[in-house]
């Protein structure tokens, strides 16, 4: 009888099929996932010609205009930036993922816990992340690079340690909206007749968790996941803006640009400089953003119908 009672809670194969047939009708969506798959590709497979290739300085070629040699020309220091903006956008899309990934752990535990528990715990949770939402992420991630950093790189070395402590800093205060999310799916989905049924049936609450609730939450963290990467990527590229985010000599698209102002003036006007990361990191932020609205429309319980 518990069984037959909690079977809804299991995946609905038809329904998944349905929705993901959804998505790919959406023409758009479809563009922006070729598009993204094709630069994470370009970063990945390139990454062994862009390492070095990214630091090989030629003084007396600084700032060429895009050749046939140099596609899209060369930085001050006579680097290729073909090759700066492919390591780049490597180190960008893998801060925005792993930062995505701790967002979502963190946020999807806090949620479910505090969904799940209720009560003045679930009261005291959510206020805790009330008080968060209004403090200036900026703030927060320079305290956390400041308590930490010093002691990763003892570790893992400087260049390593900026990376993963500007990772863990973003995923850090990356996780609200994932936890208010989670837990509104919780306090919804407890009230369900398999739920009942599975606690009736002596089944403990972390395995209510884990085989009826989880699998009903897959759908709205792959849509919220989707759409803290390009959130992700753009604080690493603002950080990196200012200066406070990736070191050189290590490229990302945020630096480059941050580099690329510097070369405009009225003297020379190096627009390739700033050009080129710039499209790169908006062309990929908004098939994020693209893949994000398509996951979402089809994923979105009032289109189910």
């Not at 998505?23 to 798959?37: Q, T, W």
């Amino acid at each position: 009888m518990t069984r037959t009672a909690t079977t809804p809670a299991l995946y609905d194969v038809a329904h998944e099929a349905r929705r993901w047939s959804a998505f790919r009708r959406n023409r758009l969506a479809i563009a922006s996932l070729v598009f993204l798959a094709a630069i994470v590709a370009a970063c990945v497979l390139a990454a062994a010609w862009s390492i070095p290739a990214s630091n090989d300085q030629h003084l007396d070629d600084a700032r060429t205009p895009p050749t046939w040699l140099q596609p899209l020309g060369t930085d001050k220091l006579g680097r290729p930036l073909w090759a700066r903006c492919l390591l780049g956008g490597l180190i960008s899309l893998g801060v925005g993922l792993a930062a995505a990934a701790i967002s979502v752990i963190i946020g999807t535990g806090w949620g479910a816990f505090a969904g799940l528990t209720g009560g003045r715990v679930d009261a005291i949770m959510m206020r805790l992340v009330d008080i968060l939402y209004g403090l200036p992420y900026i703030l927060l991630v320079i305290l956390i690079k400041f308590a930490f950093e010093r002691r990763l790189e003892g570790v893992f070395g400087a260049a390593a340690a900026n990376v993963i402590i500007l990772f863990l800093a973003i995923g850090a205060v990356s996780w609200l909206t994932m936890a208010r999310v989670v837990r509104g799916q919780v306090l919804s989905l407890k009230a369900q007749p398999f739920v009942e049924a599975a606690r009736a049936g002596g089944v403990s609450g972390a395995g209510i968790f884990w085989r009826h609730l989880l699998p009903n939450l897959i759908g709205p963290i792959l849509v919220y996941a989707t759409l803290t990467v390009p959130q992700a990527m753009l604080q690493e590229s603002f950080l990196s803006f200012l200066g406070i985010g990736i070191h050189p000599p290590l490229p990302s698209w945020g630096n480059l640009a941050a580099d690329g102002l510097e070369a405009i003036n009225n003297v020379q006007s190096a627009w390739w400089l700033i050009v080129f990361p710039c499209t790169l990191l908006s062309a990929t932020l908004l098939s994020l953003n693209f893949i994000g609205d398509g996951l979402r429309d089809a994923f979105d319980p009032s289109q189910s119908g």
